[in-house]
């Protein structure tokens, strides 16, 4: 089965700061990559996503993240963080299981951004 | 207007008792998706449905059940409410391998 891990649960950073969020999966097939943001009291949105080409991607906001094939790993970052990018950042995997896609979702990551 | 929504909102209800949110979406997606948030835990998917007749079990299934009355519409169902089934649940739609597209979400209070 596919599972997701997201090594930073609660991360506070101060504005200007830059940001990495970590996100490593386990499957061996081909998968399909997604980033979703959730802001406080909102539904998920989508971030960024990855399905093939060019392992860099970028996202709306400034966000961007890179697929690293090898190390099973799309981490999330961005330059430079604004108070309004306090959040939780969710990673998820689309992995054909049976046939289908079956989306898995990593437990997410509580951003904290201090003006 | 939103492309998914979620019905009701927020609902408090009793140990024991049966309660149904509803789900519709206009994106013409086939395949729709129930979960729940909890604290620490992220999303975990409940029950998920690929075309009308074809529904399938998450991860977290036990205590729930799910219906499909179209291709719109996916309604998740607690037969018999109990307090740790509090939680905030969303729907959610896609095309097959593509992002999904989340609704505003129902917060459920079981007492």
């Known amino acids: 089965a596919q599972s997701v891990s997201q090594h930073n649960h609660h991360v506070i950073l101060s504005e200007a700061a830059s940001l990495e969020l970590g996100c490593n999966y386990s499957?061996?097939?081909?998968?399909?990559l997604f980033w979703y943001v959730q802001y406080p009291g909102q539904h998920l949105q989508l971030l960024l996503k990855y399905f093939s080409g060019d392992p860099l991607v970028k996202g709306i906001k400034g966000f961007e993240a890179e697929f690293i094939k090898s190390k099973f790993s799309f981490n999330l970052r961005k330059p430079s963080v604004q108070w309004s990018d306090t959040a939780e950042y969710f990673c998820a995997v689309n992995g054909v299981t049976g046939g289908s896609y079956i989306p898995t979702f990593g437990r997410g990551t509580s951003l904290i951004v201090h003006p | 207007d939103a492309d998914v929504t979620q019905t009701p909102r927020n609902r408090i209800t009793k140990t024991g008792k049966r309660i149904m949110l509803e789900c519709s979406q206009t994106?013409?997606?086939?395949?729709m998706y129930w979960y729940r948030q909890d604290p620490g835990l992220g999303l975990r998917l409940i029950y998920y449905?690929?075309?009308?007749?074809?529904?399938n079990k998450g991860e977290i299934s036990d205590g729930y059940s799910v219906s499909r009355q179209a291709q719109a519409k996916f309604s998740l169902s607690l037969e018999s409410a109990i307090p740790n089934q509090t939680a905030l649940y969303f729907c959610a739609t896609s095309a097959s391998g593509y992002e999904q597209y989340f609704g505003p979400g129902t917060r459920l209070t079981v007492t």
């Open positions: 499957y061996g097939g081909t998968v399909n």
């Open positions: 994106k013409g997606h086939d395949r």
């Open positions: 449905s690929f075309d009308v007749k074809d529904i």
